[in-house]
């Protein structure tokens, strides 16, 4: 049996998903015609209390564009050095939008709002001008961390003084939901955009959402031209989010538990330094020194378990839809007599 604990992105469709794109009434979407896109742009706005949604082909494409619609060349974004926006977006913040990057120093992948205003540029005009904070929820590289709320309120309260956007990467937005029990709702009343993917923890083949206040995303349809991102029919893939909404949001719980047994056992073995605390369904530990990270992901592969390196001696594991009960005893009892 194969076992995939590369990333949560690696799952198929279930049967009951197929069925429901199978299903699907569609129509061109460039026209604004396909009902199941609206249908999803609409449930995703108001889960959020926002007025406006808009569905993208990758999460890269929907934090490309909210980017894009926050800033103007020449000015700033504030984000966390382990942002996926900075380090894994193929350097489009410059490419797209011909802004930088301020990086934080933050613990996995989060900061302060004290950090946040020690950011800030002063409003010299040798300065770029920063325009927006990224945010990400829950932290990629940082290891599914979430947020504690009340330091988002903060930074929203900054933000405000001094006239910065707020932008919400919420990839695994929905683990950060499940795990913390936060309402959606919650984070639409305080950031300007928030992206979301439907292709992680959901398990849909393709999609992400934009969600953003009226005057932002009024030009959000033209930048997702710009980058080539319209779609025709694309209903068949909303349909697959549609699905994932209804049924698959409760149940990452369960990726949840599983990540923290593997933990558990992580933790108790001699040739691992650390395992970082897991909030969700990633776990990110770190080998002995004297252990090769790219020796040790070979011998799990030789057993057809699949993990990645995440650099510095460190691995990743994610749990996922498609991480079945078996896999996962099968992983606990290997791992307990390595
Ligand atoms: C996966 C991910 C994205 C978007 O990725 P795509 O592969 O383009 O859908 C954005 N931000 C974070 C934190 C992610 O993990």
């Given at each position: 049996?194969?076992?995939?604990?590369?990333?949560?992105?690696?799952?198929?469709?279930?049967?009951?998903?197929?069925?429901?794109?199978?299903?699907?009434?569609?129509?061109?979407?460039?026209?604004?015609?396909?009902?199941?896109?609206?249908?999803?742009?609409?449930?995703?706005?108001?889960?959020?209390?926002?007025?406006?949604?808009?569905?993208?082909?990758?999460?890269?494409?929907?934090?490309?564009?909210?980017?894009?619609?926050?800033?103007?060349?020449?000015?700033?974004?504030?984000?966390?050095?382990?942002?996926h926006?900075?380090?894994?977006?193929?350097?489009?913040?410059?490419?797209?939008?011909?802004a930088?990057?301020?990086?934080?120093?933050?613990?996995?992948?989060?900061?302060?709002?004290?950090?946040?205003?020690?950011?800030i540029n002063?409003?010299?005009?040798?300065?770029?001008?920063?325009?927006?904070?990224?945010?990400?929820?829950?932290?990629?590289?940082?290891?599914?961390?979430?947020?504690?709320?009340?330091?988002?309120?903060?930074?929203?309260?900054?933000?405000?003084d001094?006239?910065?956007?707020?932008?919400?990467?919420?990839?695994?937005?929905?683990?950060?939901?499940?795990?913390?029990?936060?309402?959606?709702s919650?984070?639409?009343?305080?950031?300007?955009?928030?992206?979301?993917?439907?292709?992680?923890?959901?398990?849909?083949?393709?999609?992400?959402?934009l969600?953003?206040?009226?005057?932002?995303?009024?030009?959000?349809?033209?930048?997702?031209?710009?980058?080539?991102?319209?779609?025709?029919?694309?209903?068949?893939?909303?349909?697959?989010?549609?699905?994932?909404?209804?049924?698959?949001?409760?149940?990452?719980?369960?990726?949840?538990?599983?990540?923290?047994?593997?933990?558990?056992?992580?933790s108790?073995?001699?040739?691992?330094?650390?395992?970082?605390?897991?909030?969700?369904?990633?776990?990110?530990?770190?080998?002995?020194n004297d252990?090769?990270?790219?020796?040790?992901?070979?011998?799990?592969?030789?057993?057809?378990?699949?993990?990645i390196?995440?650099?510095?001696?460190?691995?990743?594991?994610?749990?996922?839809?498609?991480?079945?009960?078996?896999?996962?005893?099968?992983?606990?009892?290997?791992?307990?007599?390595?």
């Open positions: 049996m194969l076992i995939d604990l590369r990333s949560d992105t690696v799952t198929k469709p279930t049967k009951g998903m197929l069925e429901a794109m199978m299903h699907a009434k569609v129509g061109d979407d460039v026209f604004r015609e396909d009902e199941t896109v609206n249908k999803l742009e609409q449930r995703v706005a108001k889960m959020f209390g926002k007025p406006k949604a808009l569905f993208f082909p990758s999460g890269t494409m929907a934090n490309q564009t909210a980017l894009k619609l926050h800033t103007s060349p020449g000015e700033q974004v504030i984000c966390d050095k382990y942002a926006i900075y380090n894994y977006e193929s350097g489009g913040v410059a490419f797209n939008s011909g930088s990057c301020k990086l934080i120093d933050g613990n996995s992948g989060m900061f302060t709002a004290e950090q946040v205003k020690e950011a002063p409003g010299d005009y040798w300065y770029a001008p920063s325009s927006l904070v990224a945010v990400e929820n829950t932290t990629n590289k940082g290891g599914g961390a979430c947020w504690n709320f009340d330091e988002l309120l903060k930074i929203r309260n900054v933000c405000n001094s006239y910065l956007g707020l932008h919400l990467d919420g990839a695994r937005l929905w683990n950060a939901l499940v795990a913390k029990n936060e309402p959606a919650q984070y639409g009343a305080i950031f300007n955009t928030i992206s979301v993917c439907l292709s992680k923890g959901l398990g849909c083949p393709v999609g992400s959402v969600v953003g206040d009226e005057d932002l995303m009024k030009n959000a349809l033209r930048i997702r031209k710009v980058f080539g991102g319209n779609m025709r029919q694309a209903g068949y893939l909303a349909a697959a989010g549609l699905y994932a909404l209804d049924n698959h949001i409760e149940r990452l719980a369960e990726d949840h538990k599983k990540a923290k047994e593997i933990g558990e056992v992580l108790q073995l001699s040739i691992i330094k650390t395992v970082e605390p897991i909030e969700t369904n990633i776990v990110i530990f770190e080998l002995n252990i090769n990270e790219n020796v040790f992901v070979q011998k799990l592969a030789d057993k057809n378990i699949h993990i390196s995440m650099g510095s001696n460190k691995l990743r594991m994610v749990t996922h839809l498609d991480y079945t009960d078996a896999m996962h005893d099968i992983i606990l009892s290997y791992l307990k007599d390595m």
